[in-house]
């Protein structure tokens, strides 16, 4: 959250030049941290997915991720300034509380307007006693077609497919373009592990272990010999 100090935004819109504007003004705005700005919904979306905003500036219309759904999504985990060239959309962001609404094109003044009910909204939100918060159980990925939502306790193990990295559950598997790396920062260390440069575990789901070979619904998985020590302090290995 949020200091008296920083306050950490992600700029995004599918025109670049609308990102390009808002990130200047973020940029010259004392007070203000531009940690990303994009033209992808599932980049920014990310980003708060891993704690890395206070503000967002959200388009309310873009391909991959309307603004609403993405509301629906983050739930909260951080405060939303909303950005469109219609004004239709006002009375609906409002029902999500949205800190403000920004109208196209955004003037400088307008957008220090806004900035000053968010900073207010968060500072007031950073003295209030914080709500006690669950872990997070789940995650959001891109396939091909959609933005799925995976629960971990459906996750068995990931595995790296080339150019997709691919979700097995006991139904099936979900493709992502996406990448391990990634999936091993964002995943909780406490029930997933990384054994090999193609594979990351969840390790309620180990049924047992084999020559070496870690076995999960019939899948027998290789441990990397560079990972293999990380495994052993975690999983007892044959």
Excluded: W
């Excluded at 979306?45 to 704690?51: D, H, I, P, S, T």
């Excluded at 890395?52 to 391909?63: C, I, S, Y």
């Excluded at 918060?133 to 789940?138: Q, R």
């Amino acid at each position: 959250m949020a200091n008296e100090q920083t306050i950490r935004c992600v700029v995004v819109d599918d025109e670049p030049l609308a990102v390009k504007l808002l990130g200047d003004y973020v940029a010259k705005t004392e007070g203000l941290k531009l940690v990303l700005k994009t033209t992808h919904a599932l980049e920014a979306l990310y980003a708060v997915q891993e704690g890395k905003a206070d503000l967002l500036f959200l388009d309310v219309q873009m391909p991959e991720l309307t603004g609403m759904q993405f509301i629906k999504i983050i739930r909260n985990a951080c405060g939303v300034i909303l950005t469109t060239a219609y004004n239709e959309y006002a009375v609906q962001s409002y029902e999500h509380d949205v800190i403000d609404y920004l109208l196209k094109p955004v003037t400088f003044e307008r957008f220090t307007a806004a900035v000053q009910k968010a900073q207010k909204r968060l500072q007031q939100a950073n003295l209030a006693a914080p709500p006690a918060t669950e872990p997070a159980d789940h995650i959001f990925v891109k396939t091909e077609y959609r933005i799925q939502r995976l629960d971990f306790d459906n996750i068995l193990f990931i595995e790296a497919m080339r150019d997709y990295i691919a979700f097995h559950s006991p139904v099936g598997k979900v493709l992502s373009l996406d990448s391990m790396k990634r999936m091993e920062d964002l995943l909780p260390l406490s029930q997933f592990i990384r054994i090999h440069k193609s594979y990351i575990i969840n390790k309620s789901k180990l049924d047992f272990i084999e020559r070496g070979k870690l076995v999960i619904a019939g899948h027998y998985l290789p441990v990397g010999d560079t990972y293999r020590q990380r495994v052993a302090a975690h999983i007892r290995l044959g």
